[in-house]
């Protein structure tokens, strides 16, 4: 009689499980130096994050959010890194083939807190919302880095003017201007889900 009841255990919380996945959030490993030092600040320990799928489900974004997307360079891969601007702000690049650029509707600029060792929006430019999976919320592992990521951008780094506020989606404080932090291995950060692995970049 134990058999059955536990088959029916495992035929509803598998559908669950993956609903919770799906639509709440998992944990990820993050992985390389392109987020330093707000993520892997020492390299012999890896930080495992909470990334937020419910954070991002209305593509409401924020500056200064550290964010998971699809890698506009290889879609089979996951990137880490922090939104810097949003569509309408104008920036100022790093190496990018335009000195400056005005975020296109839709998209939004994201770049890696260590500088120079990120693959960005400095190489591959504004990025579409669609590509964004998920917020990173949380340091969750190890205990001793257990902390709550603020969005914060780093002053350097502030959007050189302010689009217009966008009215779909956004309900969080405007104020949350801040970025800091993106990946590259060989210049980007790898973020593996603990249910299935992905590599952030």
């Given at each position: 009689?134990?058999?059955?009841?536990?088959?029916k255990s495992?035929?509803?919380?598998?559908?669950?499980?993956?609903t919770?996945?799906?639509?709440?959030?998992?944990v990820?490993?993050?992985e390389g130096?392109?987020?330093?030092?707000a993520l892997?600040?020492?390299?012999?320990?890896?930080?495992y994050?909470f990334?937020?799928?419910?954070a991002?489900r209305?593509?409401?974004v924020?500056r200064?959010?550290?964010?998971?997307?699809?890698?506009p360079?290889?879609?089979s891969?996951?990137i880490i890194k922090r939104?810097v601007a949003?569509q309408g702000?104008?920036?100022?690049?790093?190496?990018?083939?335009?000195?400056?650029?005005?975020?296109p509707e839709g998209?939004?600029?994201?770049?890696?807190?260590?500088?120079?060792n990120?693959l960005?929006?400095?190489?591959f430019?504004p990025?579409?919302?669609?590509?964004?999976?998920a917020?990173?919320?949380q340091?969750?592992?190890?205990?001793?880095r257990?902390?709550q990521?603020?969005s914060?951008?780093?002053?350097t780094?502030v959007?050189?003017?302010?689009?217009k506020r966008s009215?779909?989606?956004s309900?969080?404080?405007?104020?949350?201007?801040?970025?800091?932090?993106?990946s590259?291995?060989?210049?980007s950060p790898?973020?593996?889900?603990?249910?299935?692995?992905?590599?952030?970049?």
């Amino acid at each position: 009689m134990r058999f059955p009841t536990f088959l029916k255990s495992l035929l509803l919380g598998v559908p669950v499980g993956v609903t919770l996945l799906d639509c709440v959030g998992y944990v990820a490993r993050v992985e390389g130096v392109s987020m330093q030092p707000a993520l892997n600040p020492d390299a012999s320990v890896t930080d495992y994050v909470f990334l937020s799928r419910w954070a991002v489900r209305n593509m409401d974004v924020q500056r200064g959010d550290i964010i998971s997307l699809i890698s506009p360079k290889d879609p089979s891969q996951k990137i880490i890194k922090r939104v810097v601007a949003l569509q309408g702000d104008v920036i100022s690049t790093l190496g990018y083939k335009l000195p400056y650029v005005t975020v296109p509707e839709g998209h939004c600029w994201v770049e890696g807190d260590h500088t120079g060792n990120s693959l960005d929006s400095n190489t591959f430019g504004p990025v579409s919302l669609g590509l964004v999976t998920a917020r990173a919320t949380q340091i969750v592992w190890p205990p001793s880095r257990w902390q709550q990521l603020p969005s914060s951008v780093p002053k350097t780094r502030v959007p050189i003017a302010i689009g217009k506020r966008s009215t779909t989606g956004s309900t969080r404080a405007a104020n949350n201007h801040t970025a800091s932090n993106s990946s590259s291995n060989s210049s980007s950060p790898l973020v593996h889900p603990i249910e299935e692995v992905h590599r952030l970049n």
